[in-house]
């Protein structure tokens, strides 16, 4: 036992040494929390539109300010010209064109019935489908309105409809604030990127710097050798957290619904299999490049694949399979499980035990894969 | 002459040699690619439904096999009870719940109004507001059935929509230029500054210095088999997303490889700048891969919009190169457009090829004195 306290302090020690990593350890949380989650928003806004108005009546124009009155559009021009709105798209000055045909306001007096063009750029395909769609909601906002007013000259038998109103309820978020529910998202990276990343380097720079053939002809057994190396990073997780999660509390108010309890558990396990990981991929590198390398490929993979970004079940069977085998899946159902609904150990049960069995499997392996040569 | 061309002889050699980190180099582009292009998207399928429906009748039956027959939707819970509704909710097992008052019927019947409550999780914001969008319609079109109303209602302004560059909406074709941005930076950065603090620290650096050649040359021999290894990786992806996932080269190719080009270049001095700063490589590693990843991923546009970023974020995306290599990309590839629109975007680029070069050369002067 004296023997891994000796090897926990050596390993601090070393740690400790790259200036760099005390600086990391405090002010990347810091950092990550404070800027990104500001950004990470998948709602959409601020949309510009370019209006190519061809009847320029009392009709047109009320519509005109009705989309200008709308908190997702900005108005970013009005023309005659098509050709011009489309230069407006080219340079990205517009993202979609509302165009009102000549003869906008006789067509829906007379005729009771009015056409409109709408051009959205859909590079961005979501950007394109939600601009649409809420311009679509005040064209039918703008005809209930019409036929309340114009209806009363109207000489058609009116009928008896059954109408069903529907009653929405947003549960968990009420606010639709996007930022609560990818801050978990955001802890969860830096987590995997943080000790997954440096563990993976560990090993693998005492095979550079030759260390490790002095460690390799002392009686120190494997277990005591992978676990000393392991503990700083436990440690390192721990803190990061921490930091994220008081900095998330304090600046946007932000705290787990079903408590920091299950969250520290969950967040452990996660950490400790990660880590576990690091080190595999560390035992298998000659170089610190290639220890790069191949941790920052796998975990490119399993931060997209994960459910963290885009749904788990949106993706193709093959990539869910994917998805299903990846511990980070589990930690991020977890997470968001208990930020937001403040699920309690029933809820979480399930994807804890998954993430338990990857923190063995990972660990053994690690140990396992060392070999002293 | 001869001296510089077996440098980078010699650094092509440093290359071959580590089999694996080359195969994971190569490999990373066709990874993302595919990942990027089938795996990643938003839509909304698999709705799980729970229904709470005091009083079966005609309609409210109707409605919940509207519903259920719709391939987005499954009903998997009857449940009789409010709270119910929290605990399926907290234990992720459904999605929505449609809950039915008492005397929807009835209701229905007599006074031709009736109230139906939509409860959606909207941890997802988008996801949430979806979901209740899509079983709106499931209602509003039944609502239709039960009154025989076909077409339009009097007085309705009719919309016909066009969607331009990318009719499919594909997320394909907005992820490919993110892809380019985020995996020619990382990898280019990377390796450089990496195989340059390799040599600082393992002396060998003192070694090169003593050769006739000047610091300048050896610091670019260094750079040009990332240059090759990233232009191959450039022509895998631009390969791999018009013949795989279908996205259009409609503007010049030739501009595309340029401009790319310069990218990679101005990434390879990107890392030439850590290198001057970093003392070990693990620090090395720290910068550009810890460092750059999450703002580059997060900030540069590739998978969040930057118009939706608040002023002061939005300011502080335009240090990101890649921020900038993205839309030029998106301008000539997707839209098609020719070089007087990104004059902007390209002149931004090499303003910061020239700042970085010049900050590496002041920095490594003193450096290594």
């Known amino acids: ?164 109103n529907i009653i929405p309820q947003y549960k968990f978020n009420e606010n639709l604030d996007y930022k609560v529910f990818m801050i978990p998202a955001l802890m969860v990276m830096m987590v995997t990127l943080i000790c997954g990343i440096l563990p993976a380097l560990n090993i693998v720079s005492e095979k550079e710097n030759g260390t490790i053939q002095q460690i390799n002809v002392t009686p120190i057994s494997k277990y005591q050798f992978i676990l000393a190396k392991l503990i700083p990073y436990w440690i390192i997780g721990f803190i990061i957290l921490s930091i994220a999660f008081v900095v998330v509390g304090l600046l946007y108010g932000i705290w787990p619904a079903g408590g920091f309890f299950p969250l520290y558990i969950s967040s452990l396990v996660f950490i400790v299999g990660i880590s576990g990981l690091g080190l595999i991929i560390s035992n298998y590198s000659e170089t610190l490049q290639q220890a790069m390398f191949l941790a920052f490929f796998f ?44 699920s309690s150990y029933r809820g979480i049960a399930n994807p804890l035990l998954f993430l338990t069995a990857f923190a063995v499997g990972f660990n053994t392996w690690a140990v396992l894969s060392y070999r002293k040569r | 002459m001869k001296q510089f061309r077996a440098f980078v002889i010699k650094e092509f050699y440093h290359i071959f040699r580590d089999r694996r980190t080359m195969l994971i180099l190569l490999g990373m582009p066709i990874t993302q690619i595919l990942i990027f292009g089938f795996a990643i998207n938003m839509e909304v399928t698999d709705i799980a ?184 990786n450039l022509l895998t992806i631009l390969y791999l997303a018009s013949f795989l996932l279908g996205v259009p080269i409609r503007g010049s190719l030739f501009l595309i490889i340029i401009i790319s080009t310069l990218y990679i270049f101005l990434s390879l001095l990107l890392g030439l700048l850590i290198s001057t700063i970093a003392k070990k490589q693990v620090e090395a590693i720290i910068m550009a891969g810890i460092g750059l990843t999450m703002p580059v991923m997060l900030l540069s546009g590739m998978l969040f919009p930057i118009d939706n970023m608040p002023f002061l974020l939005e300011k502080l995306t335009h240090i990101i190169p890649a921020r900038w290599y993205i839309v030029i990309m998106k301008k000539l590839m997707i839209e098609g457009l020719d070089f007087t629109f990104i004059i902007k975007e390209l002149s931004i680029l090499l303003g910061m090829t020239g700042l970085i070069l010049a900050l590496s050369m002041l920095n490594s002067k003193k450096r290594l004195e």
Not at chain 2, 150 to 175: C, D, H
Request: aromatic share 8%; no cysteine.
């Open chain 1, 1 to 164: 036992m004296g023997t891994l306290k000796f090897l926990i302090e050596k390993e601090f020690k070393q740690t400790l040494r790259n200036s760099i990593i005390p600086k990391l350890i405090v002010g990347y949380p810091i950092m990550v929390m404070l800027i990104f989650p500001w950004a990470i928003n998948f709602e959409v806004k601020n949309i510009k539109v370019s209006v190519v108005d061809h009847n320029n009546s009392v009709y047109s124009q009320r519509l005109i300010q009705k989309v200008d009155a709308s908190k997702y559009f900005i108005i970013n021009n009005i023309t005659s010209s098509y050709d011009e709105a489309m230069v407006d798209i080219e340079k990205t000055n517009a993202d979609i064109i509302l165009e009102i045909q000549p003869f906008f306001d006789k067509n829906i007096v007379k005729n009771k019935t009015a056409d409109v063009m709408l051009s959205a750029n859909s590079v961005d395909g979501t950007r394109g489908l939600l601009g649409n769609a809420y311009l679509s909601q005040i064209l039918n906002d703008y005809s209930s309105e019409l036929r309340s007013e114009l209806a009363h000259t109207d000489m058609s038998p009116k009928h008896k409809m059954s109408a069903i």
């Open chain 2, 49 to 232: 439904v729970a229904v709470l429906n005091p009083n079966p009748d005609t309609y409210t039956n109707q409605i919940i096999e509207r519903v259920n027959a719709n391939d987005y939707f499954h009903v998997d819970y009857t449940i009789h009870s409010q709270n119910e509704i929290d605990e399926l909710f907290k234990q992720n097992k459904i999605d929505l719940a449609i809950v039915f008052p008492n005397n929807f019927n009835e209701d229905l019947v007599h006074s031709g109004k009736a109230d139906l409550q939509l409860i959606s999780d909207t941890s997802d914001p988008n996801t949430g507001t979806i979901i209740v969008n899509y079983a709106s319609g499931i209602i509003a079109d039944y609502q239709k059935e039960i009154n025989n109303i076909s077409g339009n209602p009097p007085y309705q302004i009719v919309a016909t929509t066009r969607m331009l560059y990318n009719p499919e909406m594909k997320s394909s074709y907005s992820f490919v230029p993110g892809v380019m941005g985020l995996i020619l930076m990382v990898i280019s950065t990377m390796m450089t500054s990496i195989s340059i603090v390799r040599e600082k620290e393992r002396g060998t650096m003192e070694v090169l210095l003593a050769s006739p050649l000047r610091l300048s040359q050896i610091l670019i021999a260094k750079t040009i088999p990332y240059l090759s290894l990233s232009f191959i």
């Open chain 1, 299 to 342: 975990i490119l993979i399993i931060i997209l694949l994960s459910g963290l970004f885009t749904p788990i079940a949106s993706m193709p069977k093959w990539a869910q399979i994917v998805a299903y085998s990846n511990p980070l899946s589990y930690f991020m159902e977890i997470m968001r499980m208990v930020y937001l609904k403040g």
